[in-house]
């Protein structure tokens, strides 16, 4: 069926389920949505699945400790 709807759309890539919920799922992490939660809505049992599923990258990985960790809440004056 999404095959089908691609083809009408002029889209030329070949398109599949899969495609759409790794999008969803690593858009969502992007957003710093909680691993957990991805997790949930996937459906996965492990943690380690969801994260080789979204295939986070170290980057994204580094820019969300710098901007969350607990240690930059602490104010040294």
Do not use: W
Not at 3 to 24: C, E, N, V, W, Y
Not at 47 to 68: D, G, N, P, S
């Amino acid at each position: 069926m999404i095959q089908r709807i691609a083809d009408k759309a002029g889209i030329p890539m070949h398109l599949t389920p899969h495609m759409f919920r790794h999008s969803f799922a690593t858009l969502l992490l992007e957003e710093d949505v909680d691993i957990r939660y991805i997790q949930r809505m996937l459906g996965h049992s492990s943690i380690q699945t969801t994260q080789i599923y979204t295939q986070v990258t170290m980057e994204k990985q580094r820019q969300i400790l710098a901007l969350k960790h607990p240690r930059n809440k602490i104010k040294l004056e």
